[in-house]
T-cell receptor
Framework: DAGVTQSPTHLIKTRGQQVTLRCSPI?????VSWYQQVLGQGPQFIFQ???????GRGNFPDRFSARQFPNYSSELNVNALLLGDSALYLC????????????FGSGTRLTVV | EDKVVQSPLSLVVHEGDTVTLNCSYE??????LLWYKQEKKAPTFLFML????IEKKSGRLSSILDKKELSSILNITATQTGDSAIYLC???????????FGTGTSLTVIP
């Protein structure tokens, strides 16, 4: 069974640009959560989606948005990129809402220059 | 504000040493505390603790939760170079759908 897959693995963008990150959950998992991990910090919660509905949102500006598709994969969009958005973006999937049975993907390393 | 604090921030030890990593938390409606190991990118699950005073063990790693002191420790005995990683502590609440993570402890094991 494939684990949580994220793409791309690395990305370099310029300030002001927009970026889309993608996540495919483990087969059978209906929930996807997104976290931002800035270098030297722990992961910070951005969103959780379950059955295509937003079930949780962290303290991030409206430049951050996400959606979940009928096949339970998810996209995270960040508009008007700032240097401070440079981070490892982690996706985690689970079978239900909440925090049980999380499995993390390997992340997308975003660098904003 | 809910928060999780880990100490020390970093640690360098020699192979064979025993280390203790600390995690304290202030999270409303605590449900569980988890430890993760992060080597390159994906955090991998180590332990989940929900009951105070019950030790979880896996090989050379063990962890225990103290709900009175709002803290947990992760012990690693007979450390090996493969234990070098960042160890993350995460707390889940009964309400909400997120983990609150600490900043992590960076462990380096020298041969």
């Amino acid at each position: 069974d494939a684990g949580v897959t994220q793409s791309p693995t690395h990305l370099i963008k310029t300030r002001g640009q927009q970026v889309t990150l993608r996540c495919s959950p483990i087969s059978g998992h209906k929930s996807v959560s997104w976290y931002q991990q800035v270098l030297g910090q722990g992961p910070q919660f951005i969103f959780q989606y379950y059955e295509k509905e937003e079930r949780g949102r962290g303290n991030f500006p409206d430049r951050f948005s996400a959606r979940q598709f009928p096949n339970y994969s998810s996209e995270l969009n960040v508009n008007a990129l700032l240097l401070g958005d440079s981070a490892l973006y982690l996706c985690a999937s689970s079978s239900g809402t909440g925090t049980y049975g999380y499995t993390f993907g390997s992340g997308t390393r975003l660098t904003v220059v | 504000e809910d928060k999780v604090v880990q100490s020390p921030l970093s640690l360098v030890v020699h192979e064979g040493d025993t280390v203790t990593l600390n995690c304290s938390y202030e999270v409303t409606n605590f449900r569980s505390l988890l430890w993760y190991k992060q080597e390159k990118k994906a955090p991998t699950f180590l332990f989940m603790l929900t009951s105070s005073g019950i030790e979880k063990k896996s090989g050379r790693l063990s962890s225990i939760l103290d709900k009175k002191e709002l803290s947990s420790i992760l012990n690693i005995t007979a450390t090996q170079t493969g234990d070098s990683a960042i160890y993350l502590c995460a707390v889940a609440a009964n309400t909400g759908n997120q983990f609150y993570f600490g900043t992590g402890t960076s462990l380096t094991v020298i041969p």
